[in-house]
């Protein structure tokens, strides 16, 4: 078996020739999982993680300005959709207060590993378990004896707006107590290229029912002052 490894640096510090310096120290997390194809039930440890903590800068010996960032750990949910998330909850800025974060699904959980196949035919998640490898077009693909057009078996490369909204970001809070509120959509489509017998192997642009396709759109951000 052939693997890479790779090893990061993260940057420690900057320094400007007359002018401040400044310094990043990091936070090492653990638990998180990623999905690896060779194993039994596909799951490994993804080992040790570098987040960014603090961010300090100075100027000859005065701290002239300082950032501190809070992670909120979710790892609830049952296998294999149980992976360790570290979110940024709340983010310090000195001389103006503290920033707050919230994200779908961050209470009940529910994540899956890292490089999971359990994904729409888009790659995003879309929580099918079934998917078994990560070839989108070949897995249940088969052809008409007829025509020998290509025909998609595989009902399991679906999007899944629920599954792809996971940990997507939905509300912020400012140093004053106002926050806004961040709501998504799934994406849709309402033509596709057909390419087939039917249009001579020649692609052609033709407008179809709306349908949901893969990923996410922002549909509305509204904005509330302090309570």
């Known amino acids: ?21 400044i310094s990043f120290s990091y936070l090492m997390t653990s638990g998180e999982k990623r999905y690896h194809s060779l194993l039994n039930n596909g799951v490994m440890d993804a080992g040790t993680t570098t987040r960014l ?22 790892s609830s949910g049952v296998e294999p959709t ?20 919230n994200y779908d699904s961050e209470v009940y959980g529910g994540f899956p590993p890292f ?8 790659g995003y998640y879309n929580g099918s378990y079934e998917n078994t490898a990560r070839q989108f077009l070949t897995n249940g693909l088969s052809y008409d004896d ?28 400012y140093p004053t107590g106002g926050y806004t509120e961040i709501e998504y959509e799934p994406n849709s489509i309402g ?3 057909i390419r087939n017998s039917s249009t001579e192997y020649l692609p052609e642009i033709r407008t179809i029912p709306t349908a949901q396709t893969g990923g996410l759109r922002v549909k509305c951000i509204t904005n509330y002052a302090s309570d």
């Open 53 to 74: 903590k603090e961010v300090n800068v100075t100027y000859n010996t005065d701290t002239i300005a300082h950032c501190c960032i809070d992670y909120k750990i979710v």
């Open 146 to 173: 007829t025509t020998l057009d290509e025909i998609v078996n595989s009902a399991y490369r679906y999007s899944n707006h629920v599954c792809t909204s996971k940990g997507m970001l939905t509300k912020v809070t």
């Open 115 to 122: 490089g999971t196949h359990a994904v729409d035919a888009w």
């Open 1 to 21: 078996v052939n693997t890479t490894r790779y090893k990061s640096y993260p940057l420690t510090s900057i320094s400007i020739d007359n002018g401040p310096h």
């Open 191 to 193: 033509a596709q290229i």
């Open 82 to 101: 149980n992976n360790t998330i570290y979110f940024p909850q709340n983010i310090m800025i000195s001389g103006e207060g503290t920033y707050s974060f």
